[in-house]
C-alpha cells in the first residue's frame, strides 16, 4: 500500500523503520512544523522529521489541518502516531482508506494525550498498544489490533514507552494487512478511562503522600514534565526512587543521609531512597553525587 505517517515524536521511529523494510511503500511523512528549543530558541525539527530527511522521503509540515487538501488523497491509508493534532471528519476522509491511530494503551483504556504515564501512576501491572481507525472522537474509533505486554516493576515512563513503540511494530502489520483484506475493524465497548495531559503544576511532588504513590508519580513523569519539588527555593527535578523501609522520624519532605544513601521522609511514616536528580541548572547525577556537594544540613526539607 502506498502509506502517510502523521508523527511527531521519537516512539515512531521504530513503527516507521518497519513500513521502509516491508512490502509497504511510505510515500509522504506529515510531521509537526519546527519549534524554537534550548536556551538559545533555536528551530528545532522533530524526531520524525529528522528521520525521513535522512531517508528522503517527503515530508509536509502543516501549520493547519486544511494545508493537507489536495496532498493526501493519493494514498491508500495514514499511519499517526503521536502526531499531536486533533485531525477534522474532513480531512480523516481524504486518504483511500482513512486514518489508523498507534496508541500506547489497551483501549478503550486511557484515552487522551498521556496513556503511558497514567499507566504507571496508577501502578497499573500490564499495558499495551491499540491500532485502531480514527474518527473524530477522542481515541474512539474501531479497533483492528492490540498487543499486551506486562510493566516492569522498575520501569519509568522513558523505558515503557521505549518498549510499547518496538510492540506497536506488530500490531501496524496486523491492522494494515487487515485494511488490505478488507477486514471490518470492532467497535470498542463503553467502559472506558480517561489520560488526561499532565500539566508541570501536576507533577510537583507532594511530600505528605505514601511513598509509593511518590514513586510512581516519579516513574510516570519522567522526563517529561519531570517530577519535581523545591530544594532551597529553586527547581529540584527528582529522576528515579524507590521506596524504603528506613524509619525517619521526621517531617514529611525531610532529607536524612544514611552510609551516603539518600533518603526522604514521605506520608504515613513511609519514606523513599533517591536515585538521580537534577538539581536547578545542571545535569542529571547520582542522589548521593548532588549530596556529596549540597552540604545538607540536618533538617533540611523539601517543599
Not at 63 to 74: S, T, Y
Request: charge should be neutral.
Amino acid at each position: 500500500m502506498l502509506i502517510g505517517v502523521a508523527a511527531t515524536p521519537e516512539v515512531a521511529i521504530p513503527s516507521l523503520d518497519y513500513l521502509l523494510s516491508s512490502g509497504h511503500v511510505i510515500a509522504k511523512v506529515i510531521t509537526q512544523p519546527d519549534k524554537p528549543a534550548g536556551r538559545g530558541r533555536e528551530l528545532t525539527q522533530s524526531p520524525v522529521s529528522i528521520w525521513a530527511s535522512e531517508h528522503g522521503i517527503e515530508m509536509i509540515k502543516p501549520v493547519l489541518a486544511d494545508e493537507l487538501v489536495g496532498q493526501i488523497e493519493d494514498l491508500d491509508i495514514i499511519l499517526t502516531i503521536g502526531y499531536g493534532k486533533l485531525l477534522p471528519k474532513a480531512i480523516l476522509k481524504l486518504p483511500k482508506n482513512g486514518f489508523l491511530n498507534l496508541h500506547f494503551s489497551l483501549l478503550p483504556a486511557y484515552r487522551g494525550a498521556a496513556p503511558v504515564q497514567r499507566a504507571l501512576e496508577n501502578g497499573e501491572s500490564k499495558t499495551g498498544v491499540t491500532v485502531f481507525a480514527l474518527d473524530e472522537g477522542m481515541d474512539t474509533g474501531p479497533i483492528y489490533s492490540q498487543r499486551q505486554l506486562a510493566i516492569e516493576r522498575n520501569w519509568r515512563a522513558v523505558e515503557l514507552f521505549g518498549a510499547l513503540a518496538k510492540l506497536g511494530i506488530s500490531a501496524v502489520s496486523e491492522a494494515l494487512a487487515m485494511v488490505m483484506a478488507g477486514k471490518t475493524p470492532i467497535a470498542q465497548s463503553s467502559n472506558f478511562s480517561l489520560a488526561p495531559k499532565i500539566s508541570k503544576s501536576e507533577a510537583q511532588i507532594n511530600w505528605s503522600e505514601k511513598s509509593e504513590l511518590i514513586v510512581r508519580k516519579i516513574k510516570a513523569f519522567t522526563y517529561q514534565p519531570g517530577a519535581w519539588t523545591l530544594w532551597r527555593g529553586e527547581r529540584f527535578k527528582i529522576h528515579s526512587a524507590i521506596e524504603s523501609a528506613a524509619v525517619l522520624t521526621t517531617i514529611a519532605g525531610t532529607i536524612q543521609i544514611r552510609e551516603n544513601r539518600i533518603y526522604v521522609a514521605s506520608g504515613a511514616n513511609t519514606s523513599l531512597e533517591l536515585k538521580l536528580v537534577v538539581p536547578s541548572g545542571k545535569r542529571e547525577m547520582s542522589a548521593s553525587e548532588w549530596a556529596n556537594g549540597a552540604r545538607i544540613q540536618i533538617g533540611e526539607l523539601f517543599g
